[in-house]
C-alpha cells in the first residue's frame, strides 16, 4: 500500500483519446490510494455493460441533464460523441472539504471547460506510445461497432493536438510506470500547493 496523501483539497484531471487508458490508470491510482476520490460525471450516453449508475457515471435523461445545467449544478459541461457530460459542481465542493485528491476523468473538451471555472486545477494528458498502438487498443476493446470506432480513432487523432494544453503529458506504454508517473505527479503538486498555500480550505 502506497503512503496517503491527503491534507489538501487537490483536483486532478486525466484526459486521453478513447481506448488511451485514462480509466484502467485511475482505477489503479484509486487502488494504490483509496482516499483518492473519484469524480462521477455525469452524461446522457447509453450504459455499457459492467457499468453501474453512481460508480461509473450518473447516467440522465437528456430532459434531467437540461434541468441540472439550467440550475447551474455542472461545473462543466460538453457534447462529446453526440452524447452530454458533465461534472456536477458538489464533487468540486466535496474535495475541498474533505481536503482530499479528488480525480476526474475527462476528455479534452471537459479537461479544458474545467480549467475555465477551476484554474487550479492540475491536468495530465495520456498519450499513446503511437497511433497503431491507440487503434489496436480501440479495435481490442468490443464496445463500439465498427463504425463507432472508426469516429473515435479520428477523434482520438484531433484529442492529440491538444496535448500541449496539459500540465503535464504521460506516455501510456507500461501500465506500472504511466500510475507512477501520474502518482509522482499528483505529491508534487500536494507538496507546491502546501508551499504556496494555494490550497482550497
Known amino acids: 500500500m502506497a503512503s496517503r496523501m491527503t491534507g489538501t483539497g487537490l483536483l486532478v484531471v486525466i484526459s486521453s483519446p478513447s481506448g488511451g487508458g485514462k480509466s484502467t490508470v485511475i482505477r489503479s491510482l484509486r487502488k494504490r490510494h483509496p482516499e483518492f476520490l473519484f469524480s462521477v460525471s455525469v452524461t446522457t450516453r447509453t450504459r455499457r455493460r459492467g457499468e453501474r449508475s453512481g460508480t461509473h457515471y450518473q447516467f440522465l435523461s437528456p430532459d434531467q441533464f437540461k434541468h441540472l445545467r439550467s440550475q447551474r449544478r455542472l461545473a462543466e459541461w ?24 479528488m480525480l476526474f476523468d475527462l476528455d479534452v473538451q471537459g479537461a479544458a471547460n474545467l480549467q475555465r471555472t477551476e484554474p487550479s486545477v492540475v491536468t495530465i494528458f495520456l498519450q499513446p506510445p503511437s497511433m497503431a498502438v491507440l487503434r489496436k487498443r480501440l479495435w481490442g476493446r468490443g464496445s463500439e461497432g465498427p463504425t463507432e470506432r472508426k469516429r473515435r480513432l479520428e477523434n482520438a487523432k484531433k484529442e492529440m493536438t491538444h496535448r500541449g494544453a496539459y500540465d503535464y503529458l504521460v506516455t501510456n506504454d507500461r501500465l506500472t510506470r504511466c500510475v507512477a508517473d501520474c502518482e509522482a505527479i499528483i505529491r508534487a503538486e500536494i507538496l507546491r500547493q502546501r508551499k504556496d498555500g494555494k490550497h482550497r480550505s
Open 78 to 101: 460538453a457534447e462529446v460523441h453526440g452524447q452530454f457530460y458533465g461534472t456536477p459542481r458538489a464533487n468540486l465542493e466535496r474535495a475541498w472539504k474533505a481536503k482530499r485528491v
